[in-house]
């Protein structure tokens, strides 16, 4: 009986295999008006393992049909063809972050088991960042990172892409925007070999040379240059932006609005974070109290979840010094779109929005400025941090669980969103491009 349930199910994804397209799941059974497990898993750059869940329920006809149906329980609730992508969890069912910067394929395996856990139909497939007619070089020298761009295309325009704290090196975000038809540097300006250790010390003239060594490509439009950060990359792709012209669109997702002090792992230094002709950036003087120290120690003893975000409000509670320290946005000579999570965890990246919002008021290019604010979404939520149709981060656990903010649905639809926007942006501001 159990080999003839299992000949008679029958998975069917249909999909291209590109990150960005959708996807559907439909199940074929013999048995009408039954319960299945779905269960979808896959694992991410440090091979972690992750998974999702939800349980359905066949029709009359023994059908299921993932894109129309709500699961009747699981670790997503409504009818959401992306329902199992976005809400997969580590296996041993603490919340981790789901790492994917490589621009290496990511394979997924979807199962259909009976309420007795036998697999009665499994399918692999393969989801891609980078096509293959992009080009991928790694670059090595004055700057590093890894650059993507389409083959036997000329005047392209050119992006440089800066993540923030967590030295990540946005490859597979880089990759799916060369498929769009622009050359994309990850640029990687600590925490790698031949840089800093931490946040300190950054010259923007740094920044400057992967410019320059665009500017050089035969195949890039000296003219039109944009650069995207996130978090404290999006502080220095503002202070970058502000200090030299050639950038004619700038992308900030969770953005600071004001310029701090130098970070090493993850801890605030007393150095400064940036430079320009070697001079210092004065930032503002975050200083823990004894009450935040208590605050997290007791989170740690006790494994409760923990989030800096109220620390960080009473922190940076001083209009004046936001002022003094403020990023001055109003010098860019270029549009800004800014995408904040209504509810980040890690900075008041609303408040900062806001704040920057109002400094460019009278700004030259006051009607192009858009200002993204995504209900419920996370600090890890917008392009590049978070992508399209892939599983999300609310919270990272170790020796303790971080909070970064929003809920998996919500980070999934600012995903989406901030792509398409993205997209919009970057062709409006850039000039058209043929997507390759």
């Known amino acids: 009986m159990m080999n003839q349930l299992r000949t008679a199910t029958k998975i069917m994804v249909e999909t291209k295999t590109s990150i960005l397209d ?200 000296p003219l039109r240059l944009g650069i995207i950060g996130h978090s404290r990359g999006s502080e220095l792709a503002l202070l970058y932006a502000s200090h030299y012209s050639k950038v004619k669109a700038v992308i900030a997702t969770a953005p600071s609005g004001a310029i701090f002090s130098g970070m090493v792992n993850f801890q605030l230094t007393s150095n400064p974070a940036w430079t320009y002709k070697d001079m210092p950036f004065e930032f503002f003087p975050v200083k823990n109290t004894l009450k935040d120290s208590l605050a997290l120690i007791h989170h740690m003893l006790f494994r409760k979840p923990y989030s800096g975000i109220e620390a960080m409000k009473k922190n940076i509670d001083d209009e004046e010094k936001l002022d003094l320290y403020a990023i001055p946005v109003q010098d860019i000579n270029a549009p800004i779109m800014f995408f904040a999570g209504s509810d ?23 009607e192009k400025h858009k200002f993204m604010i995504h209900a419920g979404a996370g600090h890890f939520s917008a392009y590049p941090s978070s992508l399209p149709n892939m599983p999300q981060t609310v919270a990272d656990t170790n020796f303790m669980t971080f909070v970064y903010g929003g809920t998996k649905q919500a980070n999934s639809k600012a995903a989406h969103q901030s792509w398409q926007e993205t997209i919009e942006f970057l062709s409006e501001h850039l000039g058209a491009v043929e997507k390759v």
């Open 22 to 221: 959708e996807f559907s799941v439909q199940i074929q059974t013999n048995t009408p008006d039954t319960e299945y497990k779905i269960t979808l898993s896959a694992e991410d750059d440090h091979n972690k393992g992750f998974e999702s869940h939800a349980m359905f329920k066949s029709d009359q006809t023994g059908f299921i049909d993932l894109t129309t149906q709500a699961p009747t329980s699981g670790s997503y609730q409504k009818i959401d063809a992306k329902g199992l992508l976005y809400s997969m969890k580590a296996k041993d069912q603490k919340e981790r972050m789901f790492v994917k910067h490589a621009s290496e394929p990511i394979r997924f395996t979807i199962k259909v088991r009976d309420t007795e856990n036998h697999v009665l139909d499994e399918k692999t497939f393969i989801r891609t960042f980078k096509p293959d007619h992009i080009v991928r070089e790694e670059i090595r020298g004055e700057v590093i990172g890894t650059l993507f761009y389409p083959a036997h295309k000329n005047a392209l325009p050119a992006i440089v892409i800066l993540g923030g704290s967590d030295a990540s090196v946005h490859e597979a975000a880089a990759a799916i925007l060369a498929s769009q038809g622009y050359a994309v540097l990850a640029l990687a300006y600590f925490g790698k070999d031949g840089l800093p250790k931490g946040i300190e010390h950054i010259p923007l003239e740094y920044v400057d040379k992967a410019f320059q060594l665009l500017e050089k490509k035969t195949y890039v439009d």
């Open 344 to 366: 980040d965890h890690i900075q008041p990246a609303e408040l900062f929005t806001e704040r920057m919002r109002k400094a460019l008021i009278e700004h030259e290019y006051k």
